[in-house]
Each structure stands twice: as structure tokens, then as C-alpha cells.
């Protein structure tokens, strides 16, 4: 699981070893909506049954059901009580083996022994991290116990024995009648049996399950839909037996079993939890699921906990920082024992043994529990706390960020989950959906072909085409009153066609005014409002209506329509409804000349198939419109018809009654009567439907393909459409060496088109330059794939049989290499599952992080499959909203979340650990110097009140603010330079190198920090000519010079000074100061004289010449390294980020020197001014930016020739041993 702002998501703790996750999660909502429930009820008060075959249910039965223990409609998603909170808590914290660790120093410190510390250093920031823990656990369970007993405690009406009664929702059970009221949500998984409404028909609103929040039409089966009369729903004793619990929100097969009698059940006559019925004034149901057995509840599985390589890396390296810490203990111990065996058996009279000690190799293996305890700095609790605490500050930063707040729907963006704001900067492959997330997801009807001819196109008096500005007004539909006026057309002739009675263009209109699922509402006469399923569906509706073909009003058995200013009321006698995998829909209809007939509308692939042979010369003009469209990129239907005689429908009906009431298969059953049926039929015509592109699309996907990001779109729209969309926003290019189109059908015929493909690329990249050829390119650098080779851009469009094929274990490798080889990849009619295959794969053999970014319920399983996974609230619901790890509006605004909040979140988070681990190092390695010179006796350099303090109050402010606030390059220079991105994608920040050199300058550090004062101190004396050196003064003239030490290399770390930095650093160094002179004051010695008993040592001690000077040169010779290896770097190899800052002090001097130069050039001399503008020329050449902004490596006419390569020669080596698939095996592809 993830962490996650919906209540309940973090029911179970995830138990990573060492994790750095977990200790906060984001503020939540609380609601009854599916941010409360369909996500945040989770634990349920069930207990475990074994699963269900079948659900059997009588209704007014209660003896009956509770003999099969089904679950009551309890739900419970707290974890604790009063009792159990402190216990339960507790045992959790501590399954977290860091808090384990530390709670075991805490017990060995408590053995005098062992310890030379008291334990009050390792309890106070334990009970800190477990208090903050626990604070933050309580307060989440109390609004989880708020919600739980807000939804058990609501109220509803049960039918029990003739008699409504109110009941709480928790005292539900299975088979009780419920009477449902206007607004009211849906208590639990009913069957309709009644309603207020004609034919048993009810309302509901579904946003609670999907997101959709159009109005959705459910009806009672005839049977029951008269039981209205409660002693009538009192006597009725049928039993359903249906499919047991399960998650499929959109499918139910069972049968009633009444009167002798059998009535098939579908989806169409359920209600689910979590709807609100609406439009209905009351309505009754029988109760099928309770509680966690609803589909509310099997949907709310728990999502994969994810985490970022810089956590999985941070285990590892804590495993290696306590194999350290080990072997530094062994080393000391090994010391002791033989200090004491040579040295302190001389002394037993000064030093005697404690009397548990009888051996100098036990006096050594206790002094190893002592220097375990001492050094467990290098990793202290507090890393834990901090990580969570920037994570946190880096989710705000997300959320408040006003530009990315969309203020046309109100909608700012939302950072759901803590824990993988530094992975938005390390992101190389970004999966998108096409409908909702490129486009607007707001459809229009722009053109039509009909009878075979195309309609939509406007033309000048020369016969061109007009553009869209060049276009007269749009046409005039002022002769029908009902028609929307928001709708535009261009092209009068069709408007022409519908008024001379063209039968072919009036079947058409027809068609789209029937074959549809549309619910209509008219508030006021002649006002009408079309609540569609989908954005297409109700473009067609409202292009009907406009037309003169009106679709008004409809009742589970009819649909009334005026056509042309006529009111007529067409029998619907069976609704063929549409599905993925049918991807078309059709209704059977009886007009009231009693005629019946069948109206489709479908994918252009699936509808054509199925025509009669007769029409296939329209169908070849057809599908030069239908091409003509896509290739403007609009989304194209097929609508075609078939009449049926009376008794082959009689037949045929029957048929498909019998399959609706099978209990194996019913949708296979189904499928195979409607494919029956669905054939032969007429071709009318086809549709277009322009779905425009968002804004700032083809510049978001520019900037992101600078930085390094390969885009791939994975769609369900036609090849053909979404290859435009792909020119449209500069994914794909003209000057594209080539676009590989892979459609084949076979896997021979695919696997064949790929290594073409491949072959072409070679062929292209025979001679890469400087005298080599391919093959002796591909084994000097032992490449592996294609990509490192390929001269040229290429491209990769797939569709979804191909896709099927090559996603196979045999054949996936080769698609990954080519499609990795190509800039853009393009997959067109994608289903939902393949398109998680695709992430899956790239995850799998590629170490990269992926993004997938998707709007709509088909994109979730991709969201939910990549490393991060973003939604964007659109126009198809919440539920890529609720399965992300952030939200926001529109597509443009996620190159801001990588380039800016990315890339800043990863190099603060890089930038932290690094100073983190150094400080520490630089902190406990003194220890182990001074181990050789105090006889291996675990004693301490620092008092104990230094090594409690160090950490949680002396060095911790400033490295949270630069944790927080730091900044490279301003954002403006982030998004114009993306180049700055790479270094996150190839994870040059923090890594094991990294590391080695932050620890490798701490112990730099810890070994002058220690033998400077000890020199000195060796021959040093005070003022008045005694010895200054003493335990005492030693300690405070170390701890001193470390506190100055680590601020100072922390203000060279900080690349962007606020207040808070200035007041965190200087005050952390001003409370130390203060903290150390009241430890040795007289006040404290007074109150605690046993505590503190070195009265005026700090004083007396700072109060020394020598002592300063040495902080001074302890600070100097530390820091000095540092300074000059910094210089040298920046003037002999600088990063690009370095450059831009250059860049930015260059224009910041040319502003202000050209500023300086207006005014004297108000009394100057013409040469002068000559001399000013030469100087502005060779300005305006280096800072236009036209040789570098958005360009490879853009600043190189400020580096030298030796960097301008230096992330291409990184990204080859990482490339040697990740590339690969294969794990690394070197060896080309085979063709």
C-alpha cells in the first residue's frame, strides 16, 4: 500500500526494513463519498467466512438467511479503542526494525556495565519519533471511528413482520426489504423490487461508485415493479440465488425464484451501495449484499505500497552503516581486551575491574556493547523524522502552488501520497492516455458522411476548402425551438438534405436519436438537459436534436422522439448495450407503423465486418471519409441498421431470454444471441467527433522530450486519430526520419514488421561518424540495444491485436528494445489491461521510473502499475483521481510537477542526506579516535547532554530548511533549461558514490575535529600559565569547533538563502552557545548539583586565546578542502546547473551596467554609445539563448569541451549494465 490521504488507506503498516515512509501521511478528507468509503473501509468488522459459491437470499425470512452467516452491514475501519490504543500502537511501531534498534540501545544503555551513557540520550528522540507517530495514528483512527459510526448510525426504513421501522444501517441483514426515499444513499446492495415511478423505474446518481456524476436509470423486473402496497412487499417470499460477493461494479447475474416462476436478474435492476437516488420519491429493495460483501466494499482493495529508489537505496545502505558500526565495535573491543590484558592488569589498584569482570576478553566484549551504544549516532531516529518532515513540506509546496491551480474548474493540484516527491524527479518514461488528458475530453459533432456523402466542410466561391476563421456564420436553427443553442455547424447543405425529407439523412438523425442510453430532464418546457454515459454520446443526442430529431423523453419500454416538430413513440424492445469488447451498441425498436427495426453504432473495425454484402460500394466511399477524418484526428463511429420480420424477432427474443436467465456464462451466452443478430446489416453512414487538444499540450510534450522523458500514449481511439493527435502535439514531427506503423495480426507477421523495423534503424545508423561503422560502434561501447546507436528519430505506432502479440513472453524483449529505440511511441486501441502490461514491461527490464497519467476508470490499472501514478480530474469521473499519487486539471501542468517540483524535490532530498550522513560521521567518528587514547573504555569525548542535543536541536533546523527550501536554479530557469533534469534520471545526487564521499569527508572531518585539539591541548596553558588541558575543556572546545564546522559547510551547501535559513542556522550556533554557558552556570549547579558539576567551564575555557584559535584552525584546515575542490570543479568542470547560475550573474551585471550606461549616456558621446552597444551585442548573443535554451547540454559556450559530454558518457555507462532486458548480456539484436 501507499500512503495515502483517504481515511483508512493506512490501516495496515507497511513493515520495510529501515523504512523511511510511514511516520506521517497527508491531511484527508472525511466523507461518506468514495473518498470515505470505496478507498477508506478497509477493515472490516467480518470476520473471515469461507467464499461463497453461490448467494442464496429470501426476502422476510431472517431465520432463513442467518442460517448461511452471511456479514452483517456493519463496517468498522478503526484499529483502535481507549484500551487498546497504547498497546496495540506500541506493537506496531516497534514491528519497524529502526524503532526496534533504537529501543534496544535503550535497553543496553540501562545496563551500568555496559553503558557509559545516560539513557536519557536515547530515550528522549525515541519517545520523540513515537510520540509524533502516535499523535498523528490517534488522530487518523478518530476521524476513522467518526466516520464509522456517522454511516453505521444513519437511518433507514426495514420491513419487518407488515411494519416499517426505522433502523440503524449497522442492524441491516440479508433479505430484509428496504424503503427508500429521494436523496438518500443506498444502505446496501439492493435488488429493486418497486418505485414511485411508471414500470418500476428509479434514479440514482452513481459519483459515490465512479465518479460519473450523470444520473443513471434502474428499473424493477415487471413481476415485482407492483408491489408497491407494503402488505403486498409483507407477503412476498421470493429467493434470489445469484453470483457470490464480488468487485464487478458493472455486472450481476442471478434469478429470482418466485411463484414457480424464474426471472432473470442483470445489473440493470440493482442497486449498489453508496448511490443516492434521485428524481424518485420512494422505491423499495431487497437486500442482497451487506456491509463488506457489497461491491462498494470488494473494491476496496488495499494499492501496492509504493517507494522511491532513494528509500530502497537508504535500506541499503543502512544495512552497511550498521555493518560498519559493528566492525568499529569488534575493532575497539579487540583494543580493550588487549589494553586491559598488557596495560590494565598494571593498574587493577587505580582502575580495579568491576566485579562482574574476571578476564580482559570479557572486559572487551562488554566494552563492545559500550561503543555500540556510543556510535549508533551514524544513524540516528531523527534521519526518520526529518525525511518525513521534508516529504511532507515538499507535498505543500505542490498543493499551494497557484500555478498550478486551474481556476476554471476551481481545481488546484493534490499531492495524495508523502513518499515520492523526490521520484518526480528521476521520471524517464511517461504513459499517457489520449482522451481527457492530451484532448479536453469535450466532444463536438464536426462532420458526417452519409449515403456517401461527406458533410461538415464549408467552401469559398473557388471551390477550397475554408479555414475556420475564414468560415460565414455557423447554420441557423432557428425553425426547431427545442434545438441547443450552444451547438455550432458549419455546413448549411445537411440542414438542407433534413428539410427537403432526404429519407437516407432522416434515418440517420433517427438513428442517433435512438440507439443511445441518454436520460433526458426538462425542467421547464422546451429546456431540455441530456445526462450522457459518455462526452460522444451526448454530442450525437445533441446533433439529433438540433437537426429536427429530438429525443424527449423515454420509460424502460419506450422512447418518444419528435422528428420535425412530431411527436413519435417508438417500442423499445431490447437495448444491446455496448462494452469493450463489443465496442459497439444497438436497440431494437418498433416504430408505430409496427415495423420493427435494429439501430447500431459502433468502431468502424468491428461494424464493418458485419455489413450486408450489397452496400460495399458505399462502403468503399465510406471509408475514404472515414480516413479523411481520422486523419484530422477526429473520433469516428459507424452507424448502420437492419430490419427484423416479427417472427424471426419473436425467436429470437425468446432465445435471449433463456441465455439472460443461464447461471454459467450468461455473458458469453449473450454475446454469441446479440453477434447473431448484429449482422448483414445496412450501412447508413458515419460520424466524426472533434475532441480538441488541452492547452499547453504540444509545448508540455517539447519540454518534457528535452528533458530526456520518452512519451509513449496509449489510447483506445483509432490508429488513424491517434497518429493526428500525435502531429498535433509534436510527439510526432515531419522531420522524423521515419514512423514505423506495426499492424499485424498474426505473431509471425508482427514479430516480422518489429525487426524491419529494427533493420531499417541499423541501416540508417551504419556510419555514426568519425570513421566507424555500426557493428564496431556496437562493440566498442557494448551496446546492447539499438537506442544507443540510432542516428535519426524514429516513431512506433501499434495497435492492439499486434500489441496482444507482442506483449507475449517470447516476443516482449523485441518490442521493448524497438519501441525504446523510437522517440515516440503511439499503441492505439489499447484495452485497460494492456495498457498496465505496457508499464509493467517497461518496469520490469528497464531501470527507469515511470509516470502514467490518465483521467478516466480505464486508466487505473495503469496508474496503479507505474512508479507514480497521476489523474487528472476531467471529464470522466474521480476514480484515475482517487487510484493516483497526485491530481491536478490539465496535462500542462505536469511538466511544472517534474521540472520544477520534481527535480527540486530530489536534489533538496539528495542534498540532505548527504550533509545528514556527513554530519553524523563527523559527529561519532571522534568517539572512535579517542578510543585509542582513553584505554578503549567507551568513555566519551562530548557530555551527555551534547550527543542528546546534537541531533534534535543543535543540527537540526538548518538542515530541514535547506531540506525544504533550497534551490539550484530558479523555476523560471528550470522549465527553460530541462536539460537540468537529467542528473535525476541518472541518479548522480545520491548514490553509493555519493555516500562513500559524504562519509569519507566526515571522517575527514572527525580526524582533524579530534587531533587538532589534542595537539594543541598536549603543550597548551591558560592565561595564568597552568595546563589548559583538561577532559572538560577538551569536550567543549571539540563540540564548539564541531557546531561551527557543520554550520559553516552547511551554508556553502545551501544553494538559496531565505530568513528561515539565516534565523535556522544562526540560531541553532546562538542556542548552542546559550544552552553550553547554562549547563555550566551557577543557576543549574544550584538546582542539580549532581547533574552539573562543572561550574564555568565553558566559560572559563572559551574565555582562552588558544582555544579560539584552534576552533578557527580546525575550522579552516575542514573546510578549506571543501572551498577549493568546489572552485576548482566550477571553473575546470562545471554542471549545467552551475552554468545557468553563471548565466544569471552575467545578465544580472550586463542589466545593471546597462542601466548605468543610460544615464551617462544622456551626456555622453556618440563613440561611447558605440562602445555600449558593441558590449550589448556580444550580450544579447550569449544570454538570447537562441544557441542553448532547449537545447543538448545548452550552456556549452560556457564549459569546457571536456564537460559538454559528461551526462552522455554517464547515461552510456548506465546504459552498459540497464538497458539491457537481457540483465546486461552484450550482444545485438537479433533480426
Given amino acids: 500500500m501507499r500512503a495515502s490521504i483517504v481515511p483508512g488507506m493506512d490501516t495496515l503498516r507497511a513493515v520495510p526494513l529501515f523504512s523511511i515512509s510511514g511516520l506521517f501521511s497527508f491531511p484527508y478528507r472525511v466523507s461518506h463519498g468514495i473518498a470515505g468509503t470505496l478507498l477508506g473501509e478497509m477493515a472490516l468488522c467480518a470476520k473471515k467466512r469461507p467464499p461463497e459459491e453461490e448467494r442464496r437470499a429470501r426476502a422476510n425470512d431472517r431465520e432463513y438467511n442467518e442460517k448461511f452467516q452471511y456479514a452483517s452491514n456493519c463496517i468498522k475501519t478503526s484499529k483502535y479503542n481507549i484500551l487498546t490504543f497504547l498497546p496495540v500502537n506500541l506493537f506496531e511501531q516497534f514491528q519497524e526494525v529502526a524503532n526496534t534498534y533504537f529501543l534496544f540501545l535503550l535497553i543496553l544503555q540501562l545496563i551500568p556495565q555496559i553503558s557509559s551513557l545516560s539513557w536519557f540520550t536515547t530515550i528522549v528522540p525515541l519517545v520523540l519519533v513515537l510520540t509524533i507517530t502516535a499523535v498523528k495514528d490517534a488522530t487518523d483512527d478518530y476521524f476513522r471511528h467518526k466516520s464509522d459510526n456517522q454511516v453505521n448510525n444513519r437511518q433507514s426504513q426495514v420491513l419487518i413482520n407488515g411494519i416499517l421501522q426505522q433502523e440503524q444501517w449497522m442492524n441491516v441483514c440479508v433479505g430484509d426489504i428496504i424503503k427508500l426515499e429521494n436523496n438518500q444513499f443506498v444502505a446496501a446492495d439492493l435488488l429493486l423490487l418497486s418505485s414511485s415511478e411508471p414500470h418500476g423505474l428509479c434514479y440514482i446518481e452513481t459519483a459515490e461508485l465512479d465518479g460519473e456524476t450523470n444520473m443513471k436509470v434502474r428499473q424493477a423486473i415487471p413481476v415485482t415493479s407492483e408491489l ?12 434470489v440465488i445469484c453470483e457470490p460477493p464480488n468487485n464487478k461494479l458493472d455486472k450481476f447475474s442471478g434469478t429470482l425464484y418466485w411463484k414457480e416462476n424464474k426471472f432473470p436478474l442483470s445489473n440493470q435492476n440493482m442497486l449498489l451501495r453508496g448511490c443516492v437516488l434521485r428524481n424518485t420519491e420512494w422505491c ?36 552497511w552503516i550498521f555493518g560498519f558500526l559493528i566492525c568499529m565495535g569488534v575493532i575497539l573491543a579487540i583494543g580493550n581486551a588487549i589494553w586491559e590484558h598488557e596495560v590494565g592488569t598494571r593498574f587493577q589498584v587505580y582502575l580495579p575491574w568491576d566485579e562482574a569482570v574476571d578476564s580482559a576478553f570479557f572486559s572487551g566484549f562488554l ?29 505543500y509546496f505542490i498543493n499551494w502552488d497557484k500555478k498550478m491551480f486551474c481556476m476554471k474548474k476551481r481545481t488546484p493540484a493534490e499531492a495524495r501520497t508523502t513518499t515520492l516527491n523526490e521520484e518526480l524527479g528521476q521520471v524517464e518514461y511517461i504513459f499517457s492516455d489520449k482522451t481527457g488528458t492530451l484532448t479536453q475530453n469535450i466532444m463536438f459533432f464536426n462532420k458526417c458522411s452519409i449515403n456517401g456523402r461527406s458533410y461538415g466542410d464549408v467552401f469559398d466561391v473557388l471551390g477550397h476548402k475554408a479555414e475556420l476563421g475564414e468560415r460565414p456564420e455557423s447554420v441557423d436553427f432557428s425553425f426547431n425551438p427545442l434545438a441547443d443553442k450552444k451547438f455550432l455547424f458549419w455546413d448549411p447543405s445537411l440542414l438542407e438534405a433534413v428539410k427537403i425529407g432526404d429519407p437516407h439523412t432522416h434515418e440517420f438523425f433517427r438513428l442517433l436519436s435512438l440507439c443511445h442510453t441518454v436520460m433526458s430532464e426538462e425542467k421547464n418546457e422546451g429546456e431540455l438537459y441530456y445526462k450522457a454515459q459518455s462526452p460522444d454520446e451526448g454530442a450525437l443526442v445533441t446533433a439529433a436534436r438540433n437537426f429536427g430529431f429530438v429525443f424527449r423523453s423515454r420509460t424502460p419500454k419506450t422512447i418518444t422522439v419528435h422528428e420535425m416538430g412530431t411527436a413519435i413513440t417508438y417500442q423499445l424492445l431490447a437495448i444491446l448495450d455496448f462494452n469493450n469488447t463489443r465496442k459497439r451498441m444497438s436497440v431494437i425498436v418498433r416504430n408505430p407503423e409496427g415495423k420493427i427495426r435494429l439501430y447500431c453504432k459502433g468502431a468502424d473495425t468491428i461494424l464493418l465486418d458485419r455489413l450486408h454484402h450489397s452496400t460495399q460500394e458505399l462502403l468503399n466511399t465510406t471509408m475514404d471519409h472515414l480516413n479523411e477524418y481520422a486523419g484530422e484526428g477526429l473520433r469516428t463511429l459507424v452507424l448502420a441498421y437492419k430490419d427484423l420480420d416479427e417472427e424471426y424477432y419473436e425467436e429470437w427474443a425468446e432465445r435471449r431470454l433463456q441465455a439472460s436467465l443461464a447461471q454459467d ?56 486519430t491517434a497518429v493526428n493527435i500525435g502531429y498535433s502535439c509534436k510527439m510526432l514531427t515531419d522531420d522524423m526520419t521515419e514512423v514505423f506503423i506495426v499492424t499485424g495480426r ?11 523495423a529494427r533493420e531499417k534503424m541499423m541501416d540508417s545508423s ?103 501514478g497521476v489523474g487528472i480530474s476531467g471529464q470522466e469521473g474521480i476514480q484515475a483521481v482517487l487510484a493516483s499519487d497526485y491530481s491536478f486539471s490539465q496535462f500542462k501542468f505536469l511538466q511544472r510537477l517534474l521540472l520544477v517540483h520534481g527535480r527540486w524535490s530530489y536534489l533538496r532530498m539528495c542534498k540532505f542526506l548527504c550533509y545528514f550522513f556527513y554530519k553524523n560521521f563527523a559527529f561519532t567518528m571522534v568517539h572512535f579516535w579517542f578510543g585509542f587514547f582513553c584505554g578503549f573504555s567507551a568513555q566519551t569525548v562530548y557530555d551527555q547532554y551534547f550527543i542528546t542535543l546534537y541531533n534534535i536541536v543543535y543540527t537540526s533546523l538548518p538542515v530541514l530548511a535547506m531540506g525544504v527550501f533550497d534551490q539550484d536554479v530558479p523555476e523560471q530557469r528550470s522549465m527553460e533549461y530541462p536539460k537540468l533534469y537529467e542528473p535525476g534520471q541518472l541518479n548522480l545526487l545520491f548514490n553509493k558514490r555519493e555516500f562513500f564521499i559524504c562519509i569519507a569527508q566526515g571522517i575527514y572531518t572527525s580526524v582533524l575535529m579530534f587531533f587538532i585539539p589534542y595537539g594543541v591541548f598536549a603543550d597548551a596553558t591558560r592565561d ?19 557546531v561551527i564546522v557543520v554550520s559553516v559547510q552547511i551554508g556553502l551547501d545551501t544553494g538559496y538563502w531565505t530568513a528561515i535559513n539565516h534565523f535556522f542556522i544562526w540560531g541553532s550556533l546562538a542556542v548552542y552557545f546559550a544552552i553550553l554557558f547554562a549547563m555550566h552556570s551557577n543557576g543549574l549547579f544550584d538546582m542539580f548539583p549532581n547533574q552539573f558539576r562543572f561550574v564555568g567551564n565553558a566559560q572559563n575555557t572559551l574565555a582562552q586565546p588558544t582555544v579560539w584559535l584552534t576552533i578557527v584552525l580546525t575550522t579552516v584546515v575542514c573546510i578549506m578542502p571543501v572551498v577549493a575542490f568546489r572552485f576548482l570543479r566550477l571553473n575546470l568542470k562545471p554542471d549545467l546547473s552551475d552554468t545557468v547560475r553563471y548565466t544569471q550573474l552575467v545578465r544580472k551585471k550586463q542589466k545593471a551596467q546597462h542601466r548605468c550606461m543610460r544615464r551617462v549616456g544622456r551626456t555622453g558621446s556618440r563613440r561611447s554609445g558605440y ?52 540483465g546486461g548480456a552484450d550482444k545485438p539484436l537479433k533480426g
Wanted: aromatic residues 6%; proline residues 2%; glycine residues 6%.
Fill in 1024 to 1042: 595564568d600559565g597552568t595546563q589548559l588541558a583538561d577532559y572538560q575543556s577538551f569536550a567543549v572546545t571539540v563540540a564548539t569547533s564541531l
Fill in 746 to 756: 498474426t505473431v509471425l507477421e508482427v514479430r516480422e514488421e518489429l525487426r524491419k
Fill in 228 to 239: 408497491g402496497d407494503i402488505n403486498k412487499l409483507a407477503k412476498f417470499d421470493g429467493e
Fill in 1171 to 1222: 562602445a555600449f552597444s558593441h558590449q550589448e551585442g556580444f550580450g544579447e548573443l550569449i544570454m538570447s539563448g537562441k544557441n542553448m535554451r532547449l537545447s543538448s547540454l545548452a550552456l556549452s559556450s560556457f564549459t569546457t569541451r571536456s564537460s559538454s559530454s559528461w551526462i552522455e558518457s554517464l547515461r552510456r555507462k548506465k546504459s552498459d549494465s540497464a538497458s539491457s532486458p537481457n
Fill in 665 to 720: 456464462s450468461r455473458e458469453d451466452r449473450l454475446a454469441s444471441i446479440y453477434e447473431e443478430v448484429e449482422n448483414n446489416m445496412m450501412l447508413l453512414g458515419a460520424t466524426a467527433i472533434e475532441d480538441k487538444l488541452q492547452q499547453g499540450v504540444p509545448e508540455t510534450i517539447a519540454l518534457l522530450t528535452l528533458a530526456n522523458i520518452k512519451i509513449w500514449v496509449l489510447t483506445g481511439d483509432k490508429q488513424e
Fill in 367 to 395: 566494552s563492545f556493547w559500550s561503543y555500540i551504544i556510543i556510535l549508533n549516532t551514524v544513524v540516528p531516529i531523527s534521519l526518520y523524522v526529518s525525511v518525513e518532515v521534508i516529504r511532507l513540506g515538499h507535498s
Fill in 766 to 868: 551504419r556510419s555514426v561518424g568519425n570513421g566507424f561503422t555500426y557493428q564496431e560502434k556496437l562493440s566498442s561501447s557494448k551496446l546492447t540495444s539499438v537506442l544507443e546507436a540510432v542516428a535519426g528519430e524514429y516513431a512506433l505506432v501499434i495497435n492492439g491485436h499486434s500489441l496482444a502479440h507482442a506483449l507475449e513472453a517470447d516476443m516482449e524483449l523485441e518490442f521493448l528494445e524497438t519501441a525504446c529505440a523510437c522517440k515516440a511511441v503511439i499503441c492505439c486501441r489499447v484495452t485497460p489491461l494492456q495498457k498496465a502490461q505496457v508499464v509493467e514491461l517497461v518496469k520490469k527490464y528497464k531501470k527507469a521510473v515511470t509516470l502514467a497519467i490518465g483521467d478516466g476508470a480505464n486508466d487505473v490499472s495503469m496508474i496503479k502499475t507505474a512508479h507514480i
Fill in 284 to 319: 423499495f429493495g431487497l437486500v442482497i449484499f451487506a456491509g463488506p460483501d457489497t461491491k462498494l466494499m470488494q473494491n476496496s482493495g488495499r494499492t501496492k505500497f509504493k517507494r522511491t529508489s532513494i528509500d530502497r537505496l537508504m535500506n541499503t545502505l543502512v544495512l
